[in-house]
């Protein structure tokens, strides 16, 4: 009966001995030489000089959400793109509203300048 859940245990261990063992491997032959650069925080290549609660640009957040909706919208328009012939012009139609939307967004925001920098 045990004998059946033997190829499932040997699975495991040669998972974990693939997935374990190069990182024991590393921890044991790795040098251990820590210096003041090495063990400084790294924040965007340069010394952290203010509170972690400092304020941030509103324009990180606004390129963030402009990230997010080409994102999102290239997710919705692969799948539409396969079904286009099934879905017809409805599909077609309904597409180019989204896109539309999209679009007009997306001119909100260069209108507002929020992707210019200094």
Do not use: Q
Not at 2 to 29: H, S, T
Not at 84 to 111: K, S
Request: glycine share 8%; proline share 5%.
């Amino acid at each position: 009966m045990l004998e059946n859940y033997f190829p499932v245990l040997l699975f495991v261990l040669i998972g974990l001995a693939v997935g374990v063992g190069p990182m024991v491997i590393g921890w044991l032959l790795a040098p251990n030489h820590p210096d003041s650069e090495k063990l400084s925080p790294y924040e965007c290549g340069f010394e952290a000089f203010e509170d972690a609660r400092m304020k941030f640009d509103v324009r990180y957040y606004l390129v963030a959400i402009l990230f997010i909706l080409f994102d999102l919208e290239i997710a919705f328009l692969f799948p539409w793109a396969i079904v286009l012939e099934e879905i017809g012009m409805f599909g077609f139609l309904a597409m180019v509203i989204f896109l539309g939307i999209l679009v007009v967004g997306f001119v909100y925001e260069w209108m507002k300048g929020a992707l210019e920098w200094e």
